[in-house]
């Protein structure tokens, strides 16, 4: 909504909407009877715009440790599955972690990221020093990140560009069999889903 | 403090789910992101439960759907929240009614 503020209160513009005039008119009764303040209605918006944290990517990665056709349909046709599940506007491919591979997501150009899914990117990922190093010494990047793969593990980089997002599908832990999908989503970490942490099991999460 | 962004509001799924893009909440119009803002806020002061103008919205929804209107998500939580206000006695139809006509011929000009 940038640039829209300043519209307002300028009425030799083109006239002010009805409904415009409607929310001004309860925003202010409301102000004055104290049930809200300007200042919380600011916070909120910019809290919502800027944040929507990494609980859409947590829910598809939990649907496919649960449901094994749809893991199938992810990992065939990652657009189409988060479609399923009500999240879009992205073109998506799922990579998923097994034994002996694992997956790291970096856009080496500059910062595509799979927004809708996993809310916005951390600065790292931004950084010219991830950007470089991780296709360079993933393996030595993981290790900074507290991931210590064996040699035998093989590691597979993916470059996202505008056009094509990618999203890890991390490894359900051991000793998860119990949960719920809710539940095991709460595991799913924005960092599991870029390939630089693994989920952890819930007693180990907790410490 | 309420979590913000709680994910009882930024998660809504199916017609009341937040219209975005890319991820991203979408407001068009100053307008509405401030109508959001306002019910937000009140339901973290306790006006009323998030749930409650969830099911106000649901209902306006599905008139609106039923009866073909062309209006668009945040002119259906407008009138969804102007509801709930008036059935909880919060705010009075008529004096919402003078105020909005007050901001109109530009006698008052004192939010956003």
């Not at chain 1, 609980?55 to 990665?61: D, L």
């Not at chain 1, 990579?95 to 694992?102: F, L, Y």
């Not at chain 2, 009882?8 to 909440?25: C, F, H, S």
Request: hydrophobic content about 40%.
């Amino acid at each position: 909504m940038s640039g829209a503020h300043g519209e307002h209160g300028h009425h030799h513009r083109e006239p002010e909407s009805v409904l415009s005039l409607r929310v001004r008119a309860l925003e202010s009764l409301l102000v004055e009877k104290k049930l809200v303040a300007s200042e919380a209605i600011d916070r909120i918006v910019s809290a919502y715009e800027e944040d929507i944290g990494p609980h859409n990517g947590a829910k598809v990665v939990a649907r496919a440790w649960v449901d094994p056709a749809y893991k199938q349909r992810l990992l065939t046709d990652g657009t189409a599955a988060i479609e399923e599940l009500g999240f879009g506007g992205v073109d998506l491919q799922v990579v998923e972690n097994k034994a002996g591979v694992h997956n790291l997501v970096v856009c080496t150009l500059c910062s595509c990221y799979p927004h809708a899914l996993i809310g916005l990117p951390p600065v790292w990922y931004k950084s010219f020093e991830y950007r470089s190093r991780a296709v360079r010494e993933p393996r030595v990047v993981l290790r900074e990140f507290g991931v210590d793969l064996p040699e035998s593990v093989e590691i597979r980089i993916w470059d996202s560009s505008a056009e094509l997002r990618y999203l890890v599908l991390p490894e359900r832990p051991a000793g998860t069999e119990g949960l719920s999908e809710a539940q095991l989503a709460e595991l799913v970490s924005r960092d599991a889903m870029i390939g630089v942490a693994l989920v952890r099991p819930p007693a180990a999460a907790a410490r | 403090m309420e979590p913000v962004p709680s994910r009882e509001i930024a998660d809504m799924t199916g017609a009341v789910a937040l219209p975005r893009k890319n991820g991203e909440l979408v407001f068009d119009e100053a307008w509405q992101g401030r109508i959001f803002g306002m019910t937000v806020a009140m339901s973290h002061e306790a006006s009323f439960e998030w749930r409650e103008f969830q099911a106000q919205l649901i209902a306006e929804i599905a008139h609106a759907e039923r009866e073909g209107e062309a209006s668009s998500y945040y002119e259906r939580w407008l009138h969804a929240f102007e509801r709930l206000l008036t059935d909880k006695g919060l705010v009075d139809r008529e004096a919402l009614a003078e105020r909005t006509h007050e901001f109109e011929t530009g006698r008052r000009d004192d939010v956003f």
